[in-house]
Nanobody, 125 residues
Framework: QVQLVESGGSLVQAGGSLRLSCAAS????????MAWFRQAPGKEREFVAA????????DYVDSVKGRFTTSRDNAKSTVYLQMDSLKPEDTAVYYC??????????????????WGQGTQVTVSS
């Protein structure tokens, strides 16, 4: 069973950049398909990005395409979310999630069994 810990969230001005990290432990990281979700106050948890086990395939929600990039380093058991050109509407708690069983990307939170505690990203206008 994998444990996930996110870091890197902060307050940033619109147009700025942040890099979130999600460190995994307790299991073989390369066995897990990883994803990022976010949840703003009063809203449902939203898919942001996903990455395959080897890091060769990635998927993004349309609203972040061209601005966000996810990557992973299996040797460090860490997945990253590089966020550029941040907008106030990107403000949310960002979560990383892991699935041992998914064979294709999924945008549905309930298909990921393992979650981190979240990290707050606030973008000021």
């Amino acid at each position: 069973q994998v444990q996930l810990v996110e870091s890197g969230g902060s307050l940033v001005q619109a147009g700025g950049s942040l890099r979130l990290s999600c460190a995994a432990s307790g299991s073989t990281f390369s066995m897990y398909r990883m994803a990022w979700f976010r949840q703003a106050p009063g809203k449902e948890r939203e898919f942001v990005a996903a990455i395959g086990r080897r890091g060769r395939s990635t998927d993004y929600v349309d609203s972040v395409k061209g601005r966000f990039t996810t990557s992973r380093d299996n040797a460090k058991s860490t997945v990253y979310l590089q966020m550029d050109s941040l907008k106030p509407e990107d403000t949310a708690v960002y979560y990383c999630a892991a699935s041992l069983t998914l064979m294709t990307p999924s945008t549905f939170p309930n298909e990921y069994a393992y979650w981190g505690q979240g990290t707050q990203v606030t973008v000021s206008s």
